[in-house]
Structure formats: C-alpha cells, structure tokens
C-alpha cells in the first residue's frame, strides 16, 4: 500500500486477489470470510501506509541517508557535471569517509510502529 | 595477483585500512605493480584483467558506486580511478565491475532509482576515463543475485542487460559471467552464458562452479565434464 499511495495509485490497474479458498474450506460462509478478511488486511495495510506518509518520518530518514547528494560534490555527480579526477581529488582533500550506519532496525521498528 | 588466473585484485596486494590510507596504497599500488610488469615481461604472463575491492572495507559497507553518502562515492571513484589506471599499465584487457556491496540489505533504508542513478553516473565517468587515459580494456561487469548484500543490482544477465541498456551504457560494457553466480539467481548453471552470448554481451567467464545444495559462493574448480561441454 505504501508502495501504491507514493506512485499516486494504481488506476487503471487494480488489486485482483487471484485467490482461492483451501480445499477443505467447504461452507459458503468460507468464500464471505475469505473476500472480507482479505480486504481487511488491505485496508489495515492502506491506513498504515497514509499514517507513514503523513507522519513523514520514514520519507525523512532515507532522504537524509542521501542528503549529501543534495548538493556540492554529490550534486554534480547527478547533474553528471563531476569527473573520476574531480572525485580523486575530493577524496584526498576529505580523507577516509564517515562511518554511517544502515540503521535497518530502527527502519525495520519504525514500520512496525505503525499499524 | 589471484592464483589460478591472471587477473589483479587490488585488495589483495595493498595493506588495510590506515590514515592516508588513498596516498599510502596509491604509492604502494605504483610500486608493486612496477614489479608485477617486470615480471610479466619475464614470463610473458599477460593480465586478462583489474578490478577494484569495493565491498571489504568498512567504508564501502553500504556500497561503493552506490553508496548513500557522496564521501564514500568519491572514495570509490578514486579506487577505481587508480586501478583503472593501473590495469592500463599492466596491459590488461579487460577491467571488471563486481558490485558485491551494489545492492541494498534492507529496502526500507533503500531509494533504489536514485542508487542506480548513480552507479550509471559512476559507470559514465568510468567511460570518460578510459577515454582520457587511452585504455583500450573491455569493461565487464560480473552478475551476482546476493552476497554479500541480500539484493545485489546486477542481479543475472538479463537484469544487468536491462540496466544497460535503461542507461545508454551498452555499448562501452559486457559481462562476466560466473556461473557459480547464475545458480545463485535461480537458474541453470548455463543460463546466463546461453543469454548474455545471444545478446552479444558475453565478455569474459569466470570458470568456477558452486555446490548445488549449500546455497552461496563456494568457488570450486569446475569438473563437471557435462557443464563444461555446455
């Protein structure tokens, strides 16, 4: 859902369940279960993803991850104005690189947060 | 030099990390391979390849070409600027990308276009390098669906393919292919030669093979008389 709210939905596509109930799911109240719980679970899904997005905090930390390609060196590498000689001599000038976390847990904990 | 084929890692002649470390191992890096060329005037050894280390140290842990900080990008480029350079004074004739760190352990961290934005951007001034150098080496990049990360970019053949050919880049690379890495993505050990051949991008091989159960990297002499005929 989270995937489908950022592309600003998926019309004229749509979530087909492409399901069927098990075998031995054999009463006609099984098929109304199993329709309703489903969608259900998207819509639990669906509220989740908009509290994500409202919240902006998970779109926030990984737009700080690559913050340092908002500008300056990182800039020009995407403007595709920098060269490997330009980088060399950033690098020499700047020295061993900051050590930054990946963080998955907290990323992984913050989407448990929401539910 | 790796045993068993004539192709140079630079991780395995320069010392780890230290201060200075880009100044100390470029130095190191200039002196060794005055050695390796004397050598291979000796012998008549020929390089069938470089390649850079960016996935052991822990400042390309989240990557190299596609790392999320522009420091450790630019660290990258450096490396490869020097082993590029390196491989072109050794004679090499081809110049691979194995990008063990270009992928991602968890998407949820992970902004996936812009991180091959930039290994395409990356690739480019790779180009423009070997241009500027006047090396005549084929770039190859070497295919792998995971591991070291859980998602590798340059996932099989084809994904790399595609990845090419999204960025204008098709015509300046081709691929390596290991097959020990196609098993890996699910295919058949042949696969990705039969695919990358067809499409005329089949580069170079890196002749290993795995084990089919344990399920990663095992690197073994090929001698599977079947496989090898194929």
């Given amino acids: 859902m989270l995937i489908l709210l950022r592309q600003g939905g998926l019309d004229p596509g749509g979530l087909n369940f492409d399901c069927k109930v098990r075998r031995e799911s054999t009463n006609l109240d099984d098929m109304f279960i199993a329709h309703i719980g489903a969608m259900d679970t998207f819509a639990r899904g669906l509220k989740a993803a908009a509290a994500i997005i409202a919240d902006k905090v998970m779109d926030g930390m990984v737009a700080e991850r690559y913050s340092t390609f908002d500008s300056g060196i990182g800039a020009k590498v995407e403007e595709g104005k920098s060269s490997f000689a330009e980088l060399e001599e950033f690098a020499l000038k700047s020295g061993e690189p900051e050590k930054k976390s990946g963080q998955q847990e907290l990323y992984e904990m913050t989407l448990n947060y929401y539910c | 030099m790796q045993y068993g084929k004539p192709a140079a890692n630079e991780a395995n002649i320069i010392p780890p990390n230290s201060v200075d470390w ?3 191992s470029n130095a190191i890096f200039d002196e060794i ?22 996935f052991s140290s822990t400042r390309f842990m989240n990557g190299g070409a596609t790392n999320p ?40 961290n992970t902004d996936v276009k812009r991180e091959l934005d930039h290994m395409a951007a990356f690739f480019k001034m790779a180009i423009e390098h070997k241009k500027n150098i006047g090396a005549g080496f084929q770039f190859l990049i070497e295919p792998k669906p995971r591991e070291p990360t859980k998602h590798q970019y340059d996932y099989d053949a ?10 204008g880049l098709q015509n300046d690379f081709k691929l390596n292919i290991e097959p020990n890495h196609t098993t890996l993505a699910g295919h058949d050990y042949e696969h990705d030669m039969w695919v990358a051949s067809q499409y005329g991008f089949l580069g170079s091989v890196d002749s290993n093979t795995g084990d089919p159960l344990v399920g990663w990297d095992t690197d073994q002499f090929p001698m599977d008389g079947e496989r090898a005929k194929q």
């Avoid at chain 2, 391979?33 to 960016?54: A, C, F, H, I």
């Fill in chain 2, 22 to 24: 880009l100044l100390q």
């Fill in chain 2, 33 to 54: 391979s005055d050695y390796l060329l004397v050598k291979q005037k000796e012998t008549g050894v020929k390089l069938l390849w470089g390649t850079s280390n960016l």
């Fill in chain 2, 69 to 108: 900080n522009a420091h450790s990008f630019a660290f990258a480029a450096a490396k490869v600027k020097k082993c590029m350079e390196i491989t072109h004074k050794l004679g090499g004739v081809n110049y691979v990308f194995w990008g063990g760190r270009e992928g991602y352990q968890t998407i949820l």
């Fill in chain 2, 158 to 167: 084809q994904t790399t393919m595609g990845f090419l050919q999204n960025y």
